[in-house]
């Protein structure tokens, strides 16, 4: 079974930056491609950034170029370093595989971007 434990949320003022962190458990971690989500409030949750195994990343429009993904295999983790940020990102974050496992799902972590 795998557990996804996201951190590293909180209040930032337009134009800071976090990082958020996902540390994973279970043998499927390391072969995986993971991602980070987000849902804001009132909308469905969308994929953010994805990094397959090898390393390959991908990101949404709406974030290229202000979020690195990347990730850790030896710790299981993956990281989420976001900069730039606007009140359009505030949302809570979640990780999962891609495509994501319903299964999986973790308590994810609050990001809230406001002055």
């Known amino acids: 079974q ?7 949320g909180g209040l930032v003022q337009p134009g800071g930056s976090l990082r958020l962190s996902c540390v994973g458990s279970g043998s499927i971690f390391s072969y ?11 909308k469905q949750r969308e994929l953010v950034a994805t990094i397959t195994s090898f390393g390959s990343t991908n990101y949404a429009d709406s974030v290229k170029g ?9 710790k299981n ?6 900069s730039s940020l606007n009140s359009e990102d505030t949302a809570v ?21 406001s002055s």
């Open 93 to 113: 974050y979640y990780c999962n595989l891609v495509p994501s496992r319903s299964n999986y799902w973790g308590q994810g972590t609050q990001v809230t971007v």
């Open 66 to 74: 202000r979020f690195t993904i990347s990730r850790d295999n030896a």
């Open 77 to 82: 983790t993956v990281y989420l370093q976001m």
């Open 2 to 8: 795998v557990r996804l434990v996201e951190s590293g």
């Open 32 to 42: 995986s491609s993971m991602g980070w989500y987000r849902q804001a409030p009132g």
